[in-house]
């Protein structure tokens, strides 16, 4: 079965700094990946999706994820993070007709 | 117009009882799913349904019993609810069996006494 790793459970960074949010699967057939976001009592949001094509994948609010076969990698990257960007993190991949999710990290930003 | 409405959205109840949380999408959607979201945020797929038929079944209890009048609706019953069973459960819908985006509802929390 497939398995989705998110290697950091919380990621606390100052606002207006960088973050990379870090994501690993383990399947090596070809898959499909995507990052979504929840905020506090909301359902799930996709950010971006990597289904083929260039690998380096721009979605909402400014997140870009860079797909990495040959290490297995789909990490989500932003410049420049806002308050307003606290909320729990999501890597999803779609492989033989499901969704598998990882188990989330929570990116918390501080003033 | 919420895309993927489920009810109710909290649920408190006690050890033993039933109950059901309804969900509808008006997205023209043919593929629903339920996931059940625990304490650690993990989410995990319960059943999935495809124009009313059942095509991903998950190692669940039988107590969980999803039907789907139509395509557009997927409710969840459950039988004797267990003090495990308290959870987040979220329905969510996407066009065909992939078309890259799935579409969630803002979940329903169960919590059982």
């Known amino acids: 079965a497939q398995s989705v790793t998110q290697l950091d459970s919380q990621v606390p960074v100052f606002e207006e700094a960088p973050v990379e949010l870090r994501c690993n699967y383990s399947?090596?057939?070809?898959?499909?990946l995507f990052w979504y976001v929840q905020y506090p009592n909301q359902g799930l949001q996709l950010l971006l999706k990597?289904?083929?094509?260039?690998?380096l994948v721009k979605g909402i609010n400014g997140f870009e994820a860079e797909f990495n076969k040959s290490q297995t990698s789909f990490h989500l990257r932003k410049p420049s993070v806002h308050i307003s960007d606290t909320a729990e993190y999501f890597c999803?991949?779609?492989?033989?007709?499901?969704?598998?999710f990882g188990s989330g990290t929570k990116l918390n930003v501080k003033p | 117009d919420t895309a993927v409405s489920q009810t109710p959205k909290y649920l408190v109840t006690q050890m033993g009882n039933d109950k059901s949380i309804k969900c509808e999408q008006n997205?023209?959607?043919?593929?629903m799913y339920w996931y059940k979201q625990d304490s650690k945020k993990f989410l995990k797929i319960m059943f999935s349904?495809?124009?009313?038929?059942?095509?991903i079944n998950e190692t669940v209890p039988n107590r969980f019993s999803p039907k789907s009048p139509d395509k557009a609706h997927l409710n969840l019953h459950i039988n004797s609810l267990e003090l495990g069973d308290s959870a987040v459960y979220f329905c969510?819908?996407?066009?065909?069996?992939?078309?890259?985006?799935?579409?969630f509802g803002e979940g329903s929390r169960l919590t059982v006494l």
């Open positions: 999803a991949v779609y492989n033989f007709n499901k969704f598998y």
């Open positions: 997205l023209g959607h043919d593929t």
């Open positions: 349904y495809n124009n009313k038929e059942l095509i």
């Open positions: 969510a819908s996407t066009q065909g069996q992939f078309t890259g985006e799935l579409f």
């Open positions: 399947s090596s057939v070809s898959v499909y």
């Open positions: 990597y289904l083929s094509g260039s690998t």
